[in-house]
């Protein structure tokens, strides 16, 4: 089965607001219902709001995929709500594992840790790269993920073994690894340089301790305060 | 540009983290440049972004976890300084808009859950009126943008009425990347440095202390 570019620009232009409306008690569902309710004929529309009517919820990047899927399912006319919903309870779960990983933890910080080092070099280039390259890799997500999902079905979700996840995780867990060390090159030779060393420790035991992100946030704010006040 | 303009732009920015795309533009980086740009002086802006954005490198939204808003952060920190440097020492204005930037990304954390608690009554509604799907659900944009917008303006009218004594503390430059540097450092150990990659990480480390030597 093919899709039509119409309805594909309709499901790719309602896939950047999938979380306008996020709410904790249906999370994305009405961004959900609004991919689908903007593709489907009217029939499938009384079947689709009947059916989802609950909780949604993955990876903003990786809903095109289960949207893709979904629509496919209706398109096919599936009578049977069940399976269109245990295939929407597995595939969110998964997509949203494995898009928080490879996009959250690793492929967005990388980039932009990169980014941030290269502006602080040679200035505007260093955004530009980001917006480029970021730009690229969650477009092509959800480009391929409305096509991949339609052609494939509930089979769709094979797709998270494919080199597109495993392969450009490791690639961009390197980049961050290689940039975590370059950034050794953006101090100077003074001897005031030497307090990265304890505090970069300090911070870390925060972190490795799990401490939460508020109250990392506030000893930063004292210790900046401290550190003016004291003339450091 | 006055706390008002640069308020609607910095909440037209944010709706890209909370209502449109999430594209990266509301990444402290990118809007720093935008809003450096805004105000002519681009290397601030750019300078302001990327330091702040090293302190927020590890904020991750996994799952239905909200850290401090980093994006709120970049916003608010980089318009702060702008504000804050017309009436300020680059030193007080940097330490102000810092401290700025900070409350108001934990209070954005605080705002950011009252907004989705907010959008329950949108999903409830909708459950009981199926056919105002579009309405319900579009009407996340503008609680987004009203969200952000409040509390830009409160912040940058607060910056603009600021004027710090010239005997408090400032805070230099030096320190600003020194700390910086330090967050984005254990930052980035936290999130890539593991048995697996340490070699990338030493690559790294020789290749910045050519750089620097250099």
Redesign the interface.
Known sequence: MRLSTTRFLKILLSN??I?????????Q???F??SL?MVLSKDSQKKM?ATH?GIF?TH??MSSYIIGATVRAYDEGIDTPEEIKNFISISEKSF?SAG?LLI???M???L??M??IV???F??V??IL??VL??VF?LFHRIKGIYDGYSRGWDVIYCLKSTRFTSVQYLF??????????????????I??L??VP??V???L???RGIS??TI??V??L???L???T?? | MNALTLSIIGSFIALDKYAFGEFGISQPLISGTIIGALYGDIGTGIFLGAILQLICLGGLPIGTDIPPDAQTAGIVGCGSYFILRLSNTPGHALLVATLLAFLTSILGGGTDIVLRHFHDRLFHRFQHDEERLYIYHFAGLFTSFLRTFLMFLIVFVTASLITVPPHLPQLSRQLFIIIGISMGLANASYLFVKNSTIVYTIVGGLCGLALLVS
């Open positions: 950047f607001f979380q306008t409306s996020w709410s904790f008690a249906a999370m569902e009405l961004g219902l609004t309710k709001i009517k919820n903003p990047y949203a928080d959250w933890q690793t967005r910080p990388a932009l840790l980014a941030t502006s602080l070099h200035g505007i260093g955004p980001f917006l970021y730009t969650h867990e390197n980049l961050g690894a290689l940039s975590c060390g370059l950034l050794i090159s953006l101090i100077s030779l003074q005031n340089y307090l990265i505090l970069s300090f911070f870390i925060l972190l490795v992100r508020v946030i506030v930063f704010m210790l900046l305060v550190m003016a006040w003339h450091l």
